[in-house]
């Protein structure tokens, strides 16, 4: 499973690890799990921990990583937080894009737990021009840095689940192996958000995905 360029800003990958016990079909399950996981985290921390261009002083809100979110997701480790630069794909330093229409004031990255179920939250928050193309922007971006390790079911669908009030919410699956991983990305006027979702259960839908992260937006974004 290869794992993209870490950039400035962007801490190498963990290596994927298989926890102890459970039987060799389900431990290879769970190190099928972490290792997307761990992918997934290193290509949205590289999109948001080295932050965007710009300077934004007027974001009425901004991102943290509250202890918990969605209800019983605990944070685990600690949130990586950063400061305004520029994106970096695995073009590498001097390749790096910018979110079209994003003047950033921050970013973090941040993982949480919830049993077998694993969901990671990768944020930048500022001014958001055009929150429908930054989202749109992201997804080509995930894809891309996604291809060496899986493949995209369909396309991102629109979701409006209950107590989203943002410009825009997409959610799309992922398929790594026999995995389904489900990633969500927000946009608003003052924060863009990514959550990438695994349920070793298999019963997390894109339509439960989209719910979940609304309600990690609701408990993430707060007046700035």
Known sequence: MSQPHAGPGMPPPAPAVQPPGGGGGRGKTVGIVVGALVVV???VGGLFASGVVGGGDD??????APRTV????????KPKK???????????PGGGKRIPGLKADGDLTAQYRAGTKQLQLGGAY???????????????QMQKEFAPIGKPTGKPK?????GFDGDSLKCQEFKV???????????????IGAVSMADMSGG??????????AQVRSDARVKA
């Open 204 to 213: 997390l839908s894109v339509g439960k995905a989209a719910e979940l992260a």
């Open 126 to 140: 500022g001014e958001v021009d055009d929150p429908k193309a930054g989202v749109d922007w992201l997804f080509e």
């Open 41 to 43: 985290g290193a290509v």
């Open 158 to 162: 629109e979701y409006s689940p209950s």
């Open 70 to 77: 969605a209800g019983d997701y605990t944070l685990k480790g």
């Open 177 to 191: 192996d026999t995995l389904s991983m489900k990633i969500c990305v927000w946009g608003d006027s003052s924060t």
């Open 82 to 92: 950063g400061k305004s630069g520029e994106v970096f794909t695995k073009d590498g």
């Open 59 to 64: 974001a009425s809100y901004k991102l943290t």
